[in-house]
T-cell receptor, first 116, second 110 residues
Framework: EAQVTQNPRYLITVTGKKLTVTCSQNMNHEYMSWYRQDPGLGLRQIYYSMNVEVTDKGDVPEGYKVSRKEKRNFPLILESPSPNQTSLYFC???????????????FGQGTRLTVV | EDKVVQSPLSLVVHEGDTVTLNCSYE??????LLWYKQEKKAPTFLFMLTSSGIEKKSGRLSSILDKKELFSILNITATQTGDSAIYLC??????????FGAGTRLFVKA
């Protein structure tokens, strides 16, 4: 089954304690991305990656790091979480490029993070 | 600055009605525009549009893009209660950055 898997689904942590949210996809997609969703602000892109070892900042990258060492995995790292990073986080993956006769995009089920 | 405006913000209709959701955008070096449906949690992909004037259809849903006027519409015909959701429009730039609109919240009454 095609899917994007995020872990953990729920996390409560304390300010300053480093954490990693994992994201894995099984569709061999080139493109992967992280978003945060906050009430009144909608979905905002944190980082994205067009392929292995290629990452770029989205609109709200401050306080986050990512890596893309393998095509299937795209972890989100919060080196020193703060309460303003309390949010619902989504990982997504999709095919890049047109003319392939197929377009698809999938989101993970989300990670609700609370930083106290 | 990249900008996406969806309208209306919310909409209440009766089952069987047809609705049109709007998305206007201004993004750097536009590449494509994606539509998503978000119910309880994660958005689900509906359409990806890259060329003007070519309608994409999936069942009762259809969408079209106008790259000259910088907008897209999503149509839903014969609405059902299961169509109740937030519909999100997301243009992508040439560099593959994605910007989401605030969404249109649709409620379909039985």
């Amino acid at each position: 089954e095609a899917q994007v898997t995020q872990n953990p689904r729920y996390l409560i942590t304390v300010t300053g304690k480093k954490l990693t949210v994992t994201c894995s996809q099984n569709m061999n997609h080139e493109y992967m991305s992280w978003y945060r969703q906050d009430p009144g602000l909608g979905l905002r892109q944190i980082y994205y990656s067009m392929n292995v070892e290629v990452t770029d900042k989205g609109d709200v990258p401050e306080g986050y790091k990512v890596s893309r060492k393998e095509k299937r995995n795209f972890p989100l790292i919060l080196e020193s979480p703060s309460p303003n990073q309390t949010s619902l986080y989504f990982c997504a993956s999709s095919l890049i490029g047109q003319g392939r006769g197929r377009t698809e995009a999938f989101f993970g089920q989300g990670t609700r993070l609370t930083v106290v | 600055e990249d900008k996406v405006v969806q309208s209306p913000l919310s909409l209440v209709v009766h089952e069987g009605d047809t609705v049109t959701l709007n998305c206007s955008y201004e993004v750097t070096n536009f590449r494509s525009l994606l539509w998503y449906k978000q119910e309880k949690k994660a958005p689900t992909f509906l359409f990806m549009l890259t060329s003007s004037g070519i309608e994409k259809k999936s069942g009762r849903l259809s969408s079209i893009l106008d790259k000259k006027e910088l907008f897209s519409i999503l149509n839903i015909t014969a609405t059902q209660t299961g169509d109740s959701a937030i519909y999100l429009c997301a243009p992508q730039t040439g560099g593959f950055k994605t910007i989401f609109g605030a969404g249109t919240r649709l409620f379909v009454k039985a």
